[in-house]
């Protein structure tokens, strides 16, 4: 039994390390999935930008006009005062040209804002284009990169992978079944060492026969709690000082 429960340390240990080369692989990934999150963050705003541009422009257009309206009823009301015969309507006629007046300077004022506010978000625009361009030249250099780390971390993948289909082999089915189950549901640690009669999967203390039993070595034993599959490691001799 002894030689089973090493062998299933073994199987634990190669599983250990193909999740790490697993999140290694996650990890180089993810720096791609960033970059790309990046600019595709940059293209968004270029996006509302022109948008922004789109909106700006018909105010502007608007603005404009407003201006020739306002510009079109002061000379008709010009014309108008050449031939009323009333001191009213001549009293009339040039309040609404004063009107007109102060709507022509502001139309005039809100044209040129409209056209100011364009010309900064098209300079926003060339801004974000060009860190959007640099970015996307990281990312390629980025890609490159991480295609070659993760080839050469796959390749030290499968061969560790080889060596747990070897290994497996040598478990009796319900040893490797009971073990592949707890792999998958404790989150990749189905094997486990019991130091001071402490599970180190879950942490709970063991009732003392049963860790004296797990010491002896004769038969599989399991945490009461988490159900991992425990083993006892003799702790190394403190090197004695000559």
């Known amino acids: 039994m002894k ?4 062998k299933l340390i073994d199987l634990q240990t190669i599983d250990s390390e193909i999740a790490g ?13 960033n970059k790309e999150a990046l600019i595709s963050e940059k293209e968004n705003e270029i996006a509302v930008c022109q ?8 105010n502007e257009r608007q603005a404009k006009m407003d201006h020739e309206d306002a510009n079109a009823r002061i000379k008709d009301r010009q014309n ?23 709507q022509l300077k502001e139309t005039e004022e809100q044209a040129k804002a409209f056209a100011e506010q364009v010309k900064e978000t098209e300079q926003e625009i ?10 996307k030249e990281l990312l390629a250099e980025a890609v490159q990169e991480v295609e070659r780390e993760v080839k050469k971390i796959d390749a030290d993948r499968k061969k560790i992978v ?5 290994l497996s082999g040598e478990l009796k089915a319900n040893q490797l079944k009971r073990y592949n189950m707890l792999l998958k549901k404790r989150d990749g ?3 486990v060492q019991i130091i001071n009669a ?25 945490c009461p709690n988490c159900q991992r599959i425990l083993y006892y490691m003799e702790p190394e001799e403190e090197a004695v000082d000559n």
């Open 3 to 6: 030689n089973e429960i090493a």
């Open 21 to 33: 080369f697993d999140a290694d692989i996650a990890l180089k990934e993810k720096i791609i999935t």
């Open 189 to 191: 640690l189905a094997v």
């Open 80 to 102: 108008k005062m050449m031939q009323v015969q009333t001191s009213r309507e001549h009293q009339a006629l040039l309040k609404e040209i004063e009107e007109n007046k102060k």
């Open 51 to 58: 948008e922004k541009i789109t909106a700006l422009q018909a």
């Open 126 to 135: 060339k801004e974000l284009e060009n860190l959007c361009a640099g970015e």
């Open 162 to 166: 080889s060596k747990r289909e070897e």
């Open 198 to 222: 402490v599970c180190q999967g879950c942490f709970m203390t063991l009732p003392p026969q049963q860790f004296n039993d797990i010491r002896k070595g004769e038969k599989l034993h399991l």
